[in-house]
Structure formats: structure tokens, C-alpha cells
């Protein structure tokens, strides 16, 4: 199968997928008495009174209160001195935190935190939904075994794992490892991060599994059928129609997992305690040191306001393809 | 050939799945087993199951706990089911200007990280004697999950022909009588489910519940991880605190599990 019918068949069910699209909004447009500006204008009106409690209250719980955070970075404040007060320090918590070497440690483990854990994630996800995206018996089942990780409060996955899998005395790994003839690692020793990741890809690749079902769900069959026709592998099929077809769904579960992942806490507070030294803090956690431990509240308002203006550059990127790609099919 | 590859294929899936969810069947076991066994390497299957570990967390006041995350999970849902509902109705049905921007907006508000906001929530909370209180908590799970209600409903809601509006108009329907006499129970699946996935958020949630509460209003993730400090060696009593703990949330998980996708992918998904 030459790259052309390949292109052609790829082009076909994006085309499909929009028509499908447009005729939804066209049929729900289609009534005539929705053009008339009077009722229009009322509707809005309608729309607006509906609208608004729900937009006041949510600026003012998750958005307003950064405006304090971003006050705060600009005075020395301890908590423990209550005699030193609040002094205005200018840019001085950030120049500090910017010479400060842990905070590049810490930004290096929050980049490959959420990199590593993404892409593991991503790969494992889609081989999952793969295997499940056939038909056999207890399928049903085995998907809701898999996505029960998801569910599981970060607090008790970060006890489960390091305690009863990893534990360098007791734990089930290191039971295999000497049953095998191997010493036994002590990952939250040694590789705190990687335990940390490893329990943050347990619980996020059920739900990257989901949504990546869903999609593959979603594949038109004919365009299979067809590129089948043209001999095209099941290796071709996949890279050149299902990958495209699900880069919206790749969209949305990255960025969901992007959000939630960045600030992992409960996970690192359990198993890790952002230890030893810095090797498992991320940005989140490094905000929780120095705010509760050192009751730096000044230097830790101005880590957050570091954080928030990296995240947002990072996730305003994806946000702007996802918005792309949505926007114009929101019916 | 082809049929041996197939069944392979199966048993691959069966391995991974039990593979993925092992650690939560661990758990769930050990709970029931002795100090002395949960020990024991490999773990047994074959044991003399013991309650004493639940009797012992049920008697050391695991109840508060559990109302305290009951009350702001249940809570912060309800209201913001309350606030998001209608937000998710009029982009879906009405179109307003700048509709799209709005979603959006509401979407984006899960990009700033919680410690962005921690600092002065906790001075706020402290000068309002907030602190430490199941309102406030509540107060903060509302703000996390009225999003989430807007993201997920906004699709359930442009599922509604708009005709089904129309021919309520044109019965005469009052716009309240339609609300909850036709659209209501149109939608009544796909609420239900984002109510769910509210609860279980607010159930799990950690880093908002481990700043602000201490005594009065600590939720379960706060105390299976004190747990995790102050008795990290008694596995048996551990397991039997986090199962109690994760239950819940597990159960409303499983029957949310096919609405949360079609919900978070926008309505891309249908099923």
C-alpha cells in the first residue's frame, strides 16, 4: 500500500469526522426562530444570569487568591519571627530561589517527573487499549480491574507501593529479588524519583487507557475495511489511520494528566518525604518545604508564583491545540 | 496459527490486568490477616482471614475521618453541581457570545497548581477562623470541581435536541417545569456520573485537605498518611484503614467509569 492511498484514506475519515460534525450543529441550528434577534438577546440574558454564579464563585476560590500569592512574593516573611514582621524585599525571594542549587534540582525532578510519567503513561495506555479493544471473554471485567489504580487516593497508593511492594526488608520485590539470587534494591533510598514515578504512572495509565479506548472505539470501521482492501499492514493501519484519528484523545489525556501529574504531592509526601535531600521534591512539594518546615511563607509564596508562570507557558501551549482542535466542532 | 495468537493475546491482557490490579488486591487481603502473616513472604492466600484489624480502626475513631470526608465530599458536589450544572446548560442549549471562551476559561482554571494558592488561602482561612473547618474545606472542593461539573455536563447537555426545548415552549411549559420535568431527566445519567467523579476528586483529594485541616476537619487521605508516619510498620492495621479509606471511591469509580471519558474527551465520544 503506497503512502498516497494511505494519505487519501487518513484524509477521508477526518473529512468524515467533520461532516458528521457539521451536519450535528446544522440540524440544531436549523430552526428558524433561533434567528430572531429578540429572542436571541433574551436568551442571552437567560444565559448570562445562569452563567454568572458559577463563573463568580469559581474566579474567586481558584483565581483570585493567586493575587495574594503574588503579594506575598515580594516580602520577607517568617512565621517563626513574628518580631521581624513583614519586610518588602523586592525581587529578592526570587533572586534567592534562583541561586538557590536545589531549585534547579527540584525543577529538573519535576520536568522528568512529569515527562517520564507522561510518556510512560502514553505508551502503556495505548498498549492497553489495544489488548482490550478486542473482543473476548471477561472483557468487561478486566477493563474494570485495570482502571481501578485510577480511583485510589494518592495517599494510600504512595503507603501501598512503598510499603508492602518496595520495602527493602519485607516488601514483595525484595522477596523476588532474593528468591532469585539478587540483592534487594531500596528504591526510596536510592531512586526515590523513580518510586515516585512509578506510582503516579500506576494510577494515571488506567485513565490514558480509558480515553485511548474510547477513541480506538471511535475509528470508523470502513476506513479499516478499505485500507485493508489496499493491503495496507496492520502496522501501516496503525501508524497512518488510528494514530491520527486518536490525536485528539492523545490531546486531551495528556493534558489532563499534564495538570494533575505537575502538581503531584500526596504521592512524594507518603512514600518519600521529597527525600533524601532534594532527590525526589518537585515544584509542588519544594512550596510545602518551605512553607510548613522552614515557614518561609514569602520565599514559598514566590516558588508558587515561579510555578504557576511555568506551567501556565507550558500548558498554554498544549491548551492553544487542544482549543484548535475543539473549538470549532463545541456543538 | 492465527487462533493461537489471538489466545495469547488474551492471556497477555489477563496477566496485565491482574498485574495492574494486584497492589489493590494485596491490600484488600492483608487486611484481614494477622500482624505476624501480613508479614509473611510471598504473601499467603491461604490464611485465617481476622477481623481485629477493622475492630481496632473502627475503635480508634476512623469514623470521625470518614464523616469529615463524607461531609466534604458530599457537600463541595452538591454545590457545585448547583453552580456548574446551569453554567454547562446555558453554554450547551443558549450558544451565548463568547460561549466557547467561557468553557474554556473554566477548563483553564485547572492549569494554575493548588500551591499557587495554598499561601493565602491558609492566611484567609485563619482571619476568617476558616481554618481547620469542614466549610472551608468545601469551599475549596466547590472551586475544584465546579469546572469539572461545566467540562463534563456541557456535553451531556448538547446531547438535548434543541425541538425538546422548543415543544416544551410551545406546551406552555414554564422555564423551571421544563428544567426538571423534561431536561433533568434527560441529562439524569450524565449527572450522576460527573456527581460521582465530583465525589471521588473531593474524596482523594490530598494536598488542599493535608494544609488546612488538622483536628477538627481532617479527611481520610490525611489520616491513612498519618498512619503511614506514626505506625508505617503495622501493615495488617495499615491495609485495613486504606481499604476502608479507598473503598468508596472505588465503587463510585467503576460505575462512573464510561460517562468519565465521554465527559472529559468533550463529547468527541459518544457511548
Not at chain 1, 540483592?183 to 531512586?191: E, I, M, R
Not at chain 2, 467561557?102 to 485563619?126: Q, R
Request: hydrophobic content about 50%; glycine content about 8%; overall charge positive.
Amino acid at each position: 500500500m503506497n503512502t498516497e492511498t494511505i494519505r487519501v484514506h487518513a484524509e477521508s475519515s477526518r473529512q468524515a469526522d467533520q461532516s458528521q460534525n457539521r451536519k450535528r450543529t446544522a440540524a440544531k441550528r436549523g430552526t428558524p426562530t433561533l434567528t430572531d434577534r429578540n429572542k436571541r438577546n433574551k436568551q442571552d440574558k437567560l444565559a448570562k444570569r445562569l452563567m454568572l454564579p458559577g463563573i463568580i464563585v469559581t474566579a474567586v476560590i481558584t483565581q483570585i487568591p493567586f493575587l495574594g500569592t503574588l503579594f506575598y512574593s515580594f516580602f520577607n516573611w517568617n512565621i517563626m519571627r513574628p518580631d521581624l514582621g513583614m519586610r518588602f524585599n523586592g525581587i529578592g525571594n526570587f533572586v534567592t530561589i534562583l541561586e538557590a542549587p536545589e531549585f534547579y534540582t527540584v525543577l529538573e525532578n519535576t520536568v522528568i517527573l512529569t515527562v517520564a510519567s507522561l510518556l510512560i503513561c502514553l505508551v502503556l495506555g495505548m498498549f492497553l487499549a489495544l489488548l482490550l479493544n478486542r473482543d473476548f471473554f471477561g472483557k468487561g471485567f478486566l477493563r474494570t480491574l485495570i482502571i481501578s489504580p485510577f480511583f485510589i487516593m494518592p495517599a494510600v497508593s504512595g503507603v501501598l507501593w512503598k510499603n508492602m511492594i518496595f520495602n527493602p526488608m519485607f516488601g514483595l520485590l525484595a522477596w523476588m529479588f532474593k528468591s532469585v539470587g539478587l540483592p534487594p534494591v531500596d528504591l526510596a533510598a536510592n531512586h526515590p524519583l523513580s518510586l515516585v514515578i512509578y506510582i503516579v504512572t500506576w494510577e494515571w495509565t488506567p485513565f490514558f487507557m480509558l480515553v485511548l479506548l474510547a477513541g480506538l472505539q471511535s475509528v470508523p470501521g470502513e476506513i479499516i475495511e478499505s485500507s485493508m482492501l489496499d493491503g495496507a499492514t496492520r502496522v501501516q493501519q496503525f501508524f497512518h489511520i488510528i494514530i491520527p484519528h486518536l490525536m485528539r484523545y492523545i490531546e486531551v489525556a495528556v493534558f489532563l494528566g499534564l495538570v494533575f501529574i505537575l502538581s503531584t504531592f500526596g504521592e512524594i509526601y507518603v512514600a518519600t518525604q521529597g527525600g533524601p535531600g532534594y532527590a525526589s521534591t518537585n515544584l509542588s512539594y519544594y512550596v510545602f518545604r518551605e512553607q510548613i518546615q522552614n515557614s518561609q511563607y514569602g520565599l514559598a509564596s514566590a516558588i508558587a508564583v515561579i510555578i504557576v508562570i511555568l506551567s501556565v507557558a507550558c500548558m498554554t501551549l498544549l491548551f492553544r491545540t487542544l482549543r484548535k482542535q475543539f473549538g470549532g466542532t463545541l456543538a | 496459527m492465527k487462533q493461537v495468537w489471538k489466545t495469547g493475546l488474551t492471556v497477555l491482557t489477563y496477566g496485565l490486568a491482574i498485574a495492574y490490579f494486584f497492589p489493590i488486591f494485596l491490600m484488600f487481603i492483608t487486611g484481614f490477616k494477622t500482624e505476624r502473616d501480613a508479614f509473611h513472604m510471598p504473601p499467603t492466600l491461604f490464611f485465617h482471614p481476622t477481623l481485629v484489624n477493622y475492630e481496632n480502626v473502627f475503635n480508634s475513631g476512623i469514623a470521625a475521618f470518614m464523616g469529615n470526608s463524607l461531609i466534604a465530599a458530599f457537600g463541595s458536589t452538591i454545590v457545585s453541581l448547583l453552580l456548574g450544572a446551569p453554567v454547562a446548560y446555558a453554554l450547551a442549549i443558549y450558544k451565548p457570545k463568547k460561549g466557547d471562551d467561557i468553557f474554556f476559561w473554566f477548563i483553564s482554571t485547572k492549569i494554575l497548581p493548588p500551591v499557587g494558592v495554598i499561601i493565602p488561602i491558609y492566611l484567609l482561612f485563619k482571619n476568617l477562623g476558616l481554618l481547620d473547618s469542614l466549610t472551608g474545606l468545601i469551599l475549596l472542593y466547590t472551586g475544584m470541581n465546579t469546572p469539572t461539573v461545566v467540562w463534563m455536563m456541557r456535553s451531556f447537555f448538547s446531547d438535548i435536541p434543541y425541538e425538546v426545548i422548543e415543544a416544551c415552549q410551545v406546551d406552555g411549559a414554564t422555564g423551571l417545569q421544563a428544567v426538571f420535568r423534561v431536561i433533568i431527566p434527560l441529562v439524569k445519567p450524565g449527572l450522576i456520573s460527573t456527581g460521582l467523579l465530583c465525589m471521588v476528586f473531593a474524596w482523594n483529594e490530598f494536598f488542599l485537605a493535608v494544609n488546612i485541616s488538622y483536628t477538627n476537619s481532617a479527611t481520610l487521605p490525611v489520616l491513612v498518611s498519618s498512619f503511614m508516619t506514626s505506625e508505617g510498620l503495622f501493615w495488617a492495621k495499615l491495609s485495613a484503614v486504606s481499604t476502608v479509606a479507598v473503598l468508596p471511591a472505588l465503587i463510585l469509580g467503576w460505575f462512573t467509569q464510561k460517562q468519565l471519558v465521554r465527559g472529559l474527551t468533550m463529547g468527541a465520544v459518544k457511548g
